[in-house]
């Protein structure tokens, strides 16, 4: 009996030491760091057993994976993944790298010869993983492969002063970028690098470099940096065009969200010719490409591709109302970065054409000239603003002057070469896509009648 008492207690015991050991929790931490799960080694064999079995119980590794759609099977795909050697790719004067048969106007001269080849997984220890995966996923892993080396994380300190004491407050930032050049230029979003006092540019290989700015563009978000690392540790992103984009087409967006470096998400292309309003200058942003892609803080900056491992964008901005992905993110079109890179590149600021004209009056026939540059290419042109009238007028031994707007007599725009225009956003997107010294016909109502002005547009300053 009392054996029996005595062994009773002691499984007690041991019971409840072990029920404390299994529900304490662990010591609380002032800031927990994540868990990341790592990839198993490749000779592991719990990475080669199926993890799920879909009613197939042989144990081979076809039981983890769904049927592949109608018409995707591995013998219609391209056993490389969909990246066909025998695409056409053209070789443009100044632009060594490969590029689309039909490039965007001043695409990439910038750009110096590419030595090194980014890395195939059939060519390295996972290509017998590689070969089991379905052909939609051997896209995903080309793309990453052939394009993570260029993107790069990039960090940023920004000094901001106290609005009521004479302080100073540093605040870091964080975005993404991308290598287009192996002379050290990085692309990214202009609002990642916005009043930096510093900006430090960390690569693929973890190596890290102060960066300094080479120029930026408000206007369309684009921003160049240049870093002062060897040639050989650069690997410039191939661009391609955004000209012939389809709504549900695959897309690719590479970036550092909440600082997760070389993050790779997927998605398609949800609408073309989105609008976003502009940091400066007013109006907005034209061309915008929606995908459903994630994009969090940290991704702006990154490069939006597509199935060929080509940038057709740089991701800019998400529609939230937590400020985390939503499935709506928004990339401007790379056409938009080519041309206006080079200007970056070459002299800081991008120069844009100027009309002349100060301000319209917006009307239900068309935009009312309110006022003239002096001087400038709109009233050389001869288009005419308000009248001005001045008068004088005696009362007594003081002599008052007074003034009248005669505003009918003020041209009213109705078109520009050709293209009807009904408000200031038209109209300024038809100007902004000439260059200084083009000549436009602009179309005004004066009098009655309708007449063509022509402009020789010049430099903003």
Do not use: C
Not at 47 to 67: F, I, M, N, W
Not at 94 to 106: H, K, M, N, T, W
Not at 187 to 194: K, Q, S
């Amino acid at each position: 009996m009392k054996r029996t008492l005595i062994l009773s207690l002691i499984s007690a015991l041991l019971g409840a030491s072990m029920a404390v050991i299994a529900y304490s929790p662990e010591p609380a931490s002032p800031e927990p760091a994540p868990h990341i799960a790592r990839k198993p080694a490749d000779d592991d064999p719990a990475d080669r057993a199926p993890k799920l079995s879909l009613g197939d119980e042989s144990g081979s590794p076809e039981a983890v994976h769904d049927t592949p759609p109608d018409g995707l099977d591995g013998q219609d795909w391209p056993a490389n993944g969909g990246f066909e050697g025998g695409d056409q790719l053209a070789q443009v004067p100044g632009f060594p790298l490969p590029i689309p048969a039909a490039p965007p106007s001043g695409s990439a001269p910038w750009q110096s010869p590419a030595t090194a080849e980014p890395a195939r997984p059939g060519q390295s220890p996972n290509a017998q993983r590689y070969e089991e995966l379905h052909p939609w996923e051997r896209v995903n892993v080309d793309v990453y492969e052939q394009v993570n080396r260029s993107v790069v994380h990039i960090a940023t300190e920004t000094v901001q002063v106290d609005r009521f004491l004479p302080l100073e407050r540093t605040s870091e930032g964080e975005g993404s970028g991308v290598v287009i050049d192996r002379s050290g230029h990085v692309l990214t979003n202009f609002h990642v690098v916005d009043r930096a006092r510093q900006m430090q540019v960390t690569l693929f290989d973890g190596t890290s470099y102060p960066a300094r700015l080479v120029g930026t563009d408000p206007p369309t978000d684009v921003a160049v940096l240049r870093i002062d690392a060897p040639s050989e540790v650069l690997v410039p992103v191939t661009f391609g065009t955004s000209t012939n984009l389809l709504v549900g087409q695959n897309v690719y967006a590479i970036g550092n969200p909440f600082g997760l470096e070389r993050t790779l998400t997927t998605g398609v292309i949800s609408s073309l010719n989105r609008t976003l309003p502009r940091r400066s200058r007013g109006g907005t942003m034209k061309s915008i490409i929606q995908i459903d892609a994630a994009i969090n803080p940290g991704s702006s900056g990154g490069p939006l591709l597509d199935s060929r491992a080509r940038m057709i964008g740089m991701n800019t901005a998400i529609a939230s109302r937590t400020g985390e992905s939503a499935g709506v993110g928004f990339a401007i079109p790379v056409n938009t970065v080519l041309r206006v890179v080079p200007q970056l590149i070459k002299s800081g600021r991008v120069t844009r054409p100027d009309v002349g004209i100060a301000r319209v009056y917006q009307t239900a026939d068309g935009l009312l000239i309110a006022q003239l540059v002096p001087g400038g290419p709109a009233e050389k042109a001869g288009l005419r603003g308000p009248k001005v009238e001045r008068h004088r007028k005696r009362q007594g031994p003081f002599v008052y002057e007074h003034q009248t707007i005669d505003r009918k007599a003020a041209d009213l725009i109705i078109g520009v070469d050709g293209q009807k225009v009904t408000t200031a956003e038209e109209f300024l997107d038809v100007i902004e896509a000439k260059d200084p010294g083009d000549r436009v016909a602009i179309t005004v109502v004066r009098e009655g009648r309708s007449i063509q002005v022509p402009v020789v547009l010049e430099a903003e300053e």
